[in-house]
Structure formats: C-alpha cells, structure tokens
C-alpha cells in the first residue's frame, strides 16, 4: 500500500531553518517523480520542489537558491531543508508521489499519492 508521511515542521522566526522529511513505504518511493507542495490559507496548492525519475531536481523560483530537496534511497526517505526562512514560507508542506514521465513537476493535478501534510509556520 502506497503511504506517505511528512515530519519536521514547525514554528520558527524569518531567518530560521527547518528540515522536512517524507517517509516512503509501498512502491511510492521508486515513483517517476517526487515532490514537495505547499498550502497557505486561501491559495492554491503550489510546487516546491522536486525529484525527476532521472533524479534531476526542480525548484520554485520563490525557494530556489534556500530549499535544498534531497534523498536517502536506503531509508525511502525524502528531505527538504529549508533555510532563510521568510514569513511567506508559511504553509502546510506536503509530499507527494506520481506514477507519469511528464516533465514538467509542477501540475499538482499530476500527482498520484499524497502525505497528510505539515504545518510550517515563520514568524516576523
């Protein structure tokens, strides 16, 4: 059975960092692409990060160059740091799986599986 499970956020203040992970189980790991969303209050879920079947990376331009996503393939484990955090990183943060080899990551619409998703919280 498919199943993902996020840890790590919380609440930190603008300059911080955080560490997100998304436990794996089932074949979701080995899925084509997988990626990191977010969710803040009253706006539609959008790409943060993520990991091309290639293992090629893509970012947002609004983390690029402060979220870091990675992978540990013996723990089925994916990992997005997070640093320089800025009051609009304030968000729920979900991890996400998909089964196609479209190439772009960003359609959330696109995804197959989903984790429950946790809160990140950056205060001024």
């Known amino acids: 059975q498919e199943h993902l499970v996020e840890s790590g956020g919380g609440s930190v203040q603008a300059g911080g960092s955080l560490r997100l992970s998304c436990q794996a189980s089932?074949?979701?790991?080995?899925?084509?692409?997988m990626s990191w969303f977010r969710q803040a209050p009253g706006k539609e879920r959008e790409f943060v990060a993520g990991f091309r079947w290639s293992g090629t990376t893509d970012y947002s331009d609004s983390v690029k160059g402060r979220f870091t996503i990675s992978r540990n393939n013996a723990e089925n484990t994916m990992y997005l740091q997070m640093n320089s955090l800025k009051p609009e990183d304030t968000a729920v943060y979900y991890c996400?799986?998909?089964?196609?080899?479209?190439?772009?990551?960003?359609?959330?619409?696109?995804?197959?599986?989903w984790g429950q998703g946790t809160q990140v919280t950056v205060s001024s």
């Open positions: 089932g074949r979701t790991f080995s899925s084509p692409a």
């Open positions: 996400a799986a998909r089964v196609n080899l479209a190439a772009s990551l960003w359609p959330a619409a696109q995804y197959d599986y």
